[in-house]
Nanobody, 121 residues
Framework: QVQLVESGGGLVQPGGSLRLSCAASGTIFSIYVMSWYRQAPGEKREYVAT???????NYADSVKGRFTISRDNAKNTIYLHMNSLKPEDTAVYYC???????????????WGQGAQITVSS
C-alpha cells in the first residue's frame, strides 16, 4: 500500500504564493507519473499538472506560467509551487501518483488526502 501525505495548504491573498508538498510512503517499488488535481467548491475535480519520473512536465492552461511542478525522487515527494494566485485557484488540491509496490507488480493510482488552498483578500 502507498500513502500520500499532503502539506502546505492555507490562506493567501491574491497575487501571493504558496508551495504544496506530497510525500509518498509505504511499500513502494517504483513511482511513475505524479500529478496534481484540484476541486473547487461545487465544481468537478480538474487536472492541474503532471511530472514524469524523468522530470517531463505538463500543465493545464489555467495554471501554465504561474504554477511549477517538481519532484525529489530521493524523498519520494512532489511539489507544486504556486505563484500569482487568483481567487479562482481556491480549491482542495490533491496529489495523484501511479506506483508499483513490488517488482513486476501492477501499477496503480493513489490519491492524497487533499490540501485546502484559499485565495482571498
Amino acid at each position: 500500500q502507498v500513502q500520500l501525505v499532503e502539506s502546505g495548504g492555507g490562506l493567501v491573498q491574491p497575487g501571493g504564493s504558496l508551495r504544496l508538498s506530497c510525500a509518498a510512503s509505504g511499500t513502494i517499488f517504483s513511482i511513475y507519473v505524479m500529478s496534481w488535481y484540484r476541486q473547487a467548491p461545487g465544481e468537478k475535480r480538474e487536472y492541474v499538472a503532471t511530472i514524469s519520473r524523468d522530470g517531463d512536465t505538463n500543465y493545464a492552461d489555467s495554471v501554465k506560467g504561474r504554477f511549477t511542478i517538481s519532484r525529489d525522487n530521493a524523498k519520494n515527494t512532489i511539489y507544486l509551487h504556486m505563484n500569482s494566485l487568483k481567487p479562482e485557484d481556491t480549491a482542495v488540491y490533491y496529489c495523484y501518483v501511479f506506483a508499483s509496490t513490488v517488482t513486476g507488480g501492477a501499477v496503480r493510482g493513489y490519491w492524497g488526502q487533499g490540501a485546502q488552498i484559499t485565495v482571498s483578500s
